[in-house]
Every structure is written in structure tokens, then in C-alpha cells.
């Protein structure tokens, strides 16, 4: 039923034909919120940048926990750092320009995962953070020699 606007009331046609403003209904009758998102709009309003990832570091890092720094642009006091789909608990650093965020005991494998920058006015690009094991970020111990 999206798009069906209900019925008016007899009240709202009489103040409709002596000019005065027609409210705008739901379809379940409800008056329309003034401050609800228009859909024929950007998500942050007409003009507003959606984030821009330049920059991340590290780019890599040991399981299960790293500190991510994301610099770029457009970032607001409402952008948070995405990282395998979840949303972080994201603190800006730099207004406008660098976020950070840390991921804490994560569960899954080592690996190739998705990580953006969303903000009521969209998405970043997505870039790539690879978790690797422990084990293989160490350099193998040396054999001793034996005199």
C-alpha cells in the first residue's frame, strides 16, 4: 500500500477548498513527520558529500584485536567505521577527517574483510583489512649453533 494516501476527512477537504494548507497523510493516516528523510533526496540532504576513505592504516594486523586509523573526508560526528558489516564504536579524531575504532576480539579467520565509513549521507568505498594468524606475523626462531 506505499504511495495510496488515505481518504481526507470531511473537515480537511472544507479547510482544503478555503485554501488553507492540506495535510499530507501516511498511508495508515498518520500525518507525515516535516523532519522524516525525503526519499527523493540524498540520504544527508540535497549536497552533502558522502565520506571518502584516503587513507587506513594498518592494513593488516595479528587476530583478534587491532586499533584502525581512517583518514579522508566528509566524516561528521554521526560516521562510524563498518568493519565486516558490524558498525564500530567509532571516535573522530581529527574533525571532519580522521576516525578511529578498535576491533576487539574478533571471532572469525584470518582473512580478507570489508571495512567503509557510513554517515547519514552514505557510504565510503569499500577498502580491504586483512587479519593474518598470530604466528605468521613473528619471524621464525633461529637455530642456535652449537660450539
Known amino acids: 500500500m506505499a ?14 477548498a478555503e485554501g488553507e494548507h492540506v495535510v499530507i497523510k501516511e498511508w495508515d493516516g498518520s500525518p507525515v513527520d516535516p523532519n522524516s528523510h525525503d526519499p527523493t533526496q540524498p540520504p544527508g540532504g540535497p549536497g552533502v558529500p558522502e565520506p571518502e576513505i584516503g587513507t587506513f592504516a594498518p ?10 586509523v581512517v583518514n579522508g573526508s566528509n ?3 554521526l560516521s562510524v567505521i563498518v568493519f565486516d558489516g558490524v558498525p564500530q564504536a567509532t571516535t573522530m579524531t581529527i574533525a571532519g577527517s580522521e576516525l578511529r575504532a578498535s576491533i576487539v576480539g574478533f571471532a572469525g579467520p584470518a582473512g580478507d574483510y570489508e571495512l567503509f565509513v557510513r554517515d ?22 633461529k637455530p642456535r649453533s652449537r660450539k
Open 75 to 77: 566524516f561528521t560526528d
Open 120 to 141: 547519514p549521507a552514505g557510504d565510503s568505498r569499500v577498502v580491504t583489512f586483512t587479519f593474518v594468524n598470530f604466528a605468521t606475523t613473528e619471524e621464525p626462531p
Open 3 to 16: 504511495g495510496v494516501q488515505p481518504t481526507p476527512t470531511q473537515s480537511e477537504n472544507d479547510r482544503a
Open 59 to 68: 592494513n593488516s594486523g595479528p587476530l583478534p584485536d587491532v586499533d584502525l
